[in-house]
Structure formats: C-alpha cells, structure tokens
C-alpha cells in the first residue's frame, strides 16, 4: 500500500528487518520466479570467500523482496544470496519486504566505494596508490606465472585492509617510493612500489638500498652494464607507441626486480627483458636488517 507525505511524495510500506540467512532460506528465496540482472560469479565469490573468512557484516545493504519474506521474489540482493548457498554460511542479512517491482531499475545504480575510497575514510595519505600496491603485490606473490585478470585477480575492499593491517608501515614506504620514482624515469608508479616492495626485506641493509634508489632515481655515474642504468633504458623504451605490453604494471615491476636481482649479485647487464613465458622473477634475499629508508 503507498500513502502521500505532507510534501505529495508517495511513501511505500516497506518494511525491513535483520534476518539470520541460512543457505536453506537463500535456496528457497532465489527459487522464486524474479527479475534480476545478470549474474556474476566473480563477485558471488568474492562475497562468499568474505563470508567464509569472518568479514561479513551486517549493514543496510541485504535483500529486498517484491512482498513478505514467506512468498515474495527477489528484487534485489541475489548475488548475496547466492554467496550465503556457495559458502554454507548463516548469515545476518537485511531482508526488506514489499519493495515495489518498479523501483528494480534504480537500484545498486549508486557509485560503488572502492578500496581507495575505504583507504581515504581511514585517513590513509595517497590512498588510490596504496591500495594498488596493497593488490598488485598480492598478485606478484600469488600469480607470478598467471594473468592478472579475471576474478581471481580481485580483491575485496575487505582483503586489501587486510593485507595492509599485516604490514602498514611497508605498504605506506611503498607506496611513497613508487610515488618518487614514478616522474624521475617514468616508470608506473604501481609497479616502482610493487618492485621495492617484494625486493626490500628485513634482510637487506639499508645502505644498499639507498644506494640503489639514489642511481636509479638520478642516473648519475652509472656504468654500462649497471642493471640500474638497463632498467632506466627498459623503461625509457617502454614509452614507444609499440611497446603496450611493457607499458603493463605486471611487466615493469617484473622489470625492476630482475634488475634488483643482477644488481644485488653484483651481475652485469645491458639489456632488460622478461622471459618469452611472462614468469615473473623472485627476488634476491639477504640475511637480517630493516627496510630501506625513502628517496
């Protein structure tokens, strides 16, 4: 039933109210004949991998129904409930009944909060980088011999403040690092903090790595076959109109660790190339020290 408000707006029933969804209840809901858009398996599992993982919450955003809970279609929420059935979950969730069907086109229309905005409420400084870095190391450390694309290259904005909390102070240094080196020889500024990050343990004095970072970022006195110097180049090269595939954060923090690697072994090198299979190397590890100090 709908009323009018002083102001001659309609105003619908609509009631709403936490409900404990069980898979059997989500079974039963997505069972009815509705009118949804299409689904996307990708984001089913993100939800149900965050379900299984302990970081669902209950917030106003559940599922709404074309009438009461016990005969009414799903208007909106079906990928939610699909993760509940994928994870075997009971879950929390919002349930608002009688929604009227024709307020379907409006719905999730809304910018979705993405991982930097997450970051930026948390007063994290340059937060769209942080939260690239947070992501693109997990996937130079889970993928080095896959794509970085598709659903599996995802990550929630729930994971990303994850991974951060683990290391926050490294992340931060990273991200400033790729910052600075971004506009000093053009490389992306992800794939500069992806490359520091995965290269700069605990075990590498910081002495190198300032020494590494000051040639790198200026150039100055760098000899042929200075991995720094072939990295400069490598991404100089990048810059060309037919170089796309260089251009790629996955290939330039490939890049940079390579060099890192010939670098650190005291290894001569003019020419920098990822292998023709697009493996991404692993870094060179030292024995025990803090990480290196920014530009």
């Known amino acids: 039933m709908q009323d009018m408000d002083s102001s001659g707006m309609e105003q619908w029933n609509v009631a709403g109210r936490a409900v404990p969804m069980t898979p059997s209840l989500a079974s039963d809901l997505l069972s009815r004949k509705t009118s949804n858009r299409r689904l996307y398996r990708g984001h089913v599992a993100a939800l149900a991998d965050s379900m299984l993982r302990g970081n669902w919450q209950l917030t106003h955003q559940g599922i709404a129904l074309d009438g009461p809970l016990e005969t009414g279609g799903v208007v909106d929420g079906q990928h939610r409930l699909h993760a509940v059935v994928k994870s075997g979950m009971t879950i929390p969730m919002m349930v608002f009944e009688n929604v009227p069907p024709e307020t379907f086109p409006v719905l999730d229309t809304g910018l979705r909060r993405s991982a930097a905005d997450a970051l930026s409420l948390n007063g994290e400084k340059d937060p769209a980088l942080l939260a690239s870095t947070v992501r693109h190391v997990h996937l130079y450390l889970n993928f080095p ?3 970085w694309t598709g659903s599996r290259a995802r990550m929630t904005n729930d994971q990303v403040l994850e991974a951060l909390a683990k290391d926050p102070d490294g992340y ?6 790729g910052r600075q080196l971004g506009p000093k020889i053009f490389i992306i500024p992800t794939a500069a903090a992806v490359g520091y990050y995965v290269t700069v343990d605990a075990g590498t004095p910081p002495r190198r790595v300032d020494e590494w970072l000051s040639g790198l970022a200026s150039g100055a006195f760098l000899g042929p076959g200075d991995s ?28 940079y660790v390579k060099a890192w690697n010939f670098w650190l072994d005291g290894r001569e090198v003019s020419t920098l190339r990822l292998p023709k299979s697009g493996n991404l190397p692993q870094p060179v590890r030292l024995a025990a020290s803090p990480r290196g100090e920014a530009l």
């Open 228 to 255: 720094r110097l072939a990295l400069r180049n490598a991404i100089a090269a990048s810059q060309g109109r037919s170089s796309h595939r260089r251009r790629s954060t996955r290939v330039q923090a490939g890049l």
């Open 172 to 177: 931060r240094q990273a991200a400033s690092i």
């Open 145 to 147: 011999t896959e794509s």
